[in-house]
């Protein structure tokens, strides 16, 4: 067990709708990222937050958005959802020491996402 | 560019030694990371090396690092059915605010009884 938690394990639904994944970070640590695994792309880095606030971002495309909230949590949006967007959506977590070196990411269970 | 490659498949037999292996592009890598992933789970950290070490080993885990080619390596001595899983590289780099880890595709290793 990490220390990350993530909901919900599973979520099915249907082209065009919009979910919303949640991610609880291990305690103390400030940064929150995001993953998307899927069999054709591999593991790709979606966001970074640090703290409430967006730190880094990869590829992450515009109908995604996320959010860190003051209690550190953070959330992944995901709209207008296509066929495309199935996939296993990974939140990892570190501490982010101020001089930004040598913090190992910590992942969750991750959620399963299908789209019908 | 940043880049990290992986073979995708490697089968040994149970208690045989098995080494994964990992090529990078980037020279500014300060970290590189392990991950294993089990049917149906999450990424579990299995170990990193800094950048300048040559290797470090940790039980039955060993990782080599030739800087100069950028390539790592994990070896799995007397491996087992349940290290059955997928292997990701990862390498972390110094450049810039962005902290992002580069990751490679994985290794799917099958343990034959």
């Known amino acids: 067990d990490s220390g990350v938690t993530q909901t919900p394990k599973h979520l099915i639904t249907a082209t065009g709708q919009r979910v919303t994944l949640r991610c609880s970070p291990r305690?103390?640590?400030?940064?929150v990222y995001w993953y998307q695994q899927s069999l054709d792309q591999g593991l790709q880095f979606l966001i970074q937050?640090?703290?409430?606030?967006?730190?880094a971002k990869g590829n992450i495309l515009e109908r995604f958005s996320a959010q860190q909230f003051p209690d550190l949590h953070s959330e992944l949006n995901l709209s207008s959802l296509e066929l495309g967007d199935s996939a296993l959506y990974f939140c990892?977590?570190?501490?982010?020491?101020?001089?930004?070196?040598?913090?190992?990411?910590?992942f969750g269970p991750g959620t399963r996402l299908l789209v019908l | 560019g940043e880049d990290v490659e992986q073979s995708l498949f490697l089968s040994v037999r149970e208690g045989d030694s098995s080494v994964i292996n990992c090529t990078y592009t980037?020279?500014?890598?300060?970290?590189l990371y392990w991950y294993k992933q089990e049917p149906g789970a999450g990424l579990q950290l299995l170990t990193y090396?800094?950048?300048n070490m040559d290797m470090k080993q940790d039980q039955r885990l060993t990782v080599l690092l030739n800087k100069k080619d950028k390539h790592l390596s994990l070896r799995i001595a007397d491996t087992q059915t349940g290290d059955s899983a997928i292997y990701f590289c990862?390498?972390?780099?110094?450049?810039?605010?962005?902290?992002?880890?580069?990751w490679g595709l994985g290794t799917s290793l099958a343990v034959n009884p």
């Open positions: 990892a977590s570190s501490v982010t020491r101020p001089e930004g070196i040598g913090e190992t990411q910590y």
């Open positions: 305690s103390g640590d400030l940064s």
């Open positions: 937050y640090y703290n409430g606030e967006e730190r």
């Open positions: 980037d020279s500014s890598s300060t970290y």
């Open positions: 090396i800094f950048s």
């Open positions: 990862a390498e972390k780099l110094s450049a810039g605010n962005n902290r992002k880890l580069i």
